[in-house]
């Protein structure tokens, strides 16, 4: 009986590194692959179960899709375990999985500290309403206000990673991971954070490595038995030589898929950016100069990724995505329904004054650069004792 478990649980995790995708170089690969092995049994599941089911399927982590994925795998799983006869099988599956929450505990862990998980917010959410932001986002938002947060939990979760890969540390490391987990499940939970099922697969993983230890663990700590804690060996192949090699070689594709975004993200931030805040101080309207309070909107917004926001006197947003044609003076923008339309720009680097050419429409403004940098909420300010708050 516990073999069948074992059997059922390593064939459904192992699944799920193949078939869910992550965030990484190969992406869009492993997207496209788990959409055409199984889009046509989730849409089945969809058509069957749900009223009006969704005419794109999107596998991303809490939507439906997702969760027949893992239905789905989970019942592949069972059927793969009636096969399955070599206990040989399982010591590999921990040998895989393992791996995998090192490159997960490393991935996050670096992204932490490199402030490109949890980020500094944008100037869009810095002059938004606080109520009417959403609890993930505010979340989001004010854990990236907080380097040496964001800079500790990465390093608690890199050391975690590397404290794996080592035989002798191996528990220990197990142990830690599976709090950590935890607390980023209870977070998901707590704050509606749109990768619940993700963290709870990630917590999952982590109990099946832990699960050999927790009998020789309860001896020890309940029941006063003197218990050998059996640490085993990571093994792909028989070779110990081999096996050697094909763990630093996985190591380096770990590293690869990790640091080369940053390389990537180092020469996309060389282009031409408008990145900042900026407050709209006079607008044209065929020719006539309209008063501020006639026109909707206060303030535009340079969001990182190439989105453009603008907000109304009443703090609603409207945004489009946008990319620069530097060698034109233009921005192509365009909204969710594909339609793309051109705006000329000009600016002055000696007043940060940006001026924006809506020809379609026969719209001009001017709008003045904020120092969005100096707003209370960036100040990286310390006070230890209460008398040094002003």
Same mark, same amino acid.
């Given at each position: 009986?516990?073999?069948? *478990?074992?059997?059922?649980? *390593?064939?459904? #995790?192992?699944?799920?590194?193949?078939?869910?995708?992550?965030?990484?170089?190969?992406?869009?690969?492993?997207?496209?692959?788990?959409?055409?092995? #199984?889009?046509?049994?989730?849409?089945?599941?969809?058509?069957?179960?749900?009223?009006? /089911?969704?005419?794109?399927?999107?596998?991303?982590?809490?939507?439906?899709?997702?969760?027949?994925?893992?239905?789905?795998?989970?019942?592949?799983?069972?059927?793969?375990?009636?096969?399955?006869?070599?206990?040989? !099988?399982?010591?590999? &599956?921990?040998?895989?999985?393992?791996?995998?929450?090192?490159?997960?505990?490393?991935? !996050?862990?670096?992204?932490?500290?490199?402030?490109?998980?949890?980020?500094? $917010?944008?100037?869009?959410?810095? !002059?938004?309403?606080?109520?009417?932001?959403?609890?993930?986002?505010?979340?989001?938002?004010?854990?990236?206000?907080?380097?040496?947060?964001?800079?500790?939990?990465?390093?608690?979760?890199?050391?975690?990673?590397?404290?794996?890969?080592?035989?002798?540390?191996?528990?220990?490391?197990?142990?830690?991971?599976?709090?950590?987990?935890?607390?980023?499940?209870?977070?998901?939970?707590?704050?509606?954070?749109?990768?619940?099922?993700? =963290? &709870?697969?990630?917590?999952?993983?982590?109990?099946?490595?832990?699960? /050999?230890?927790?009998? $020789?663990?309860?001896? @020890?700590?309940?029941?006063?038995?003197?218990?050998?804690?059996?640490?085993?060996?990571?093994?792909?192949?028989?070779?110990?030589?081999?096996?050697?090699?094909?763990?630093?070689?996985?190591?380096?594709?770990?590293?690869?898929?990790? #640091?080369?975004?940053?390389?990537?993200?180092?020469?996309?931030?060389?282009?031409? =950016?408008?990145?900042?805040?900026?407050?709209?101080?006079?607008?044209? !309207?065929?020719?006539?100069?309209?008063?501020?309070?006639? #026109?909707?909107?206060?303030?535009?917004?340079?969001?990182?990724?190439?989105?453009?926001?603008?907000?109304?006197?009443?703090?609603?947003?409207?945004?489009?995505?946008?990319? @620069?044609?530097?060698?034109?003076?233009?921005?192509?923008?365009?909204?969710?329904?594909?339609?793309?339309? &051109? @705006?000329?720009?000009?600016?002055?680097?000696?007043?940060?004054?940006?001026?924006?050419?809506?020809?379609?429409?026969?719209?001009?403004?001017?709008?003045?650069?904020?120092?969005?940098? =100096?707003? $209370?909420?960036?100040?990286?300010?310390?006070?230890?004792?209460?008398?040094?708050?002003?």
């Amino acid at each position: 009986m516990k073999f069948q *478990a074992e059997k059922i649980f *390593a064939s459904f #995790f192992l699944l799920g590194i193949i078939f869910i995708p992550l965030n990484t170089l190969s992406n869009d690969f492993q997207y496209r692959f788990s959409h055409f092995v #199984f889009q046509k049994p989730i849409g089945f599941l969809l058509n069957l179960f749900v009223i009006n /089911p969704t005419e794109r399927i999107e596998i991303s982590s809490d939507s439906l899709e997702f969760n027949l994925l893992l239905i789905l795998i989970f019942l592949i799983s069972i059927l793969i375990s009636v096969f399955i006869k070599n206990q040989k !099988y399982i010591s590999l &599956a921990r040998s895989i999985l393992i791996f995998y929450l090192i490159f997960i505990l490393l991935k !996050y862990g670096i992204e932490k500290m490199m402030g490109t998980q949890f980020y500094t $917010p944008e100037p869009n959410i810095l !002059y938004s309403n606080f109520g009417n932001l959403d609890k993930d986002i505010l979340f989001w938002s004010v854990t990236g206000l907080s380097r040496t947060y964001c800079i500790i939990t990465g390093i608690v979760e890199v050391l975690t990673g590397i404290l794996l890969f080592f035989r002798r540390t191996r528990l220990i490391a197990l142990l830690i991971s599976v709090f950590v987990l935890i607390q980023i499940l209870v977070i998901n939970f707590s704050f509606d954070i749109s990768v619940k099922s993700f =963290s &709870a697969f990630l917590l999952a993983t982590n109990i099946f490595l832990l699960s /050999p230890y927790l009998k $020789p663990l309860k001896n @020890i700590f309940f029941s006063e038995k003197s218990e050998l804690l059996k640490n085993p060996e990571i093994i792909f192949v028989k070779n110990s030589f081999a096996n050697q090699w094909i763990q630093l070689f996985l190591i380096g594709i770990f590293l690869v898929q990790i #640091f080369y975004p940053y390389v990537i993200s180092k020469e996309l931030n060389q282009r031409a =950016s408008f990145q900042g805040a900026y407050e709209i101080t006079e607008t044209i !309207y065929k020719n006539d100069t309209l008063s501020l309070s006639d #026109f909707p909107y206060k303030r535009i917004f340079f969001h990182k990724d190439n989105f453009i926001i603008l907000q109304k006197t009443n703090d609603e947003m409207r945004d489009f995505y946008y990319e @620069i044609q530097a060698h034109k003076k233009q921005i192509i923008a365009k909204d969710y329904h594909q339609n793309e339309f &051109a @705006i000329d720009y000009q600016f002055n680097q000696n007043n940060s004054i940006l001026k924006l050419n809506f020809r379609k429409d026969s719209l001009q403004f001017k709008a003045q650069l904020l120092d969005w940098k =100096s707003l $209370p909420a960036l100040k990286n300010d310390f006070h230890f004792l209460i008398e040094h708050i002003k």
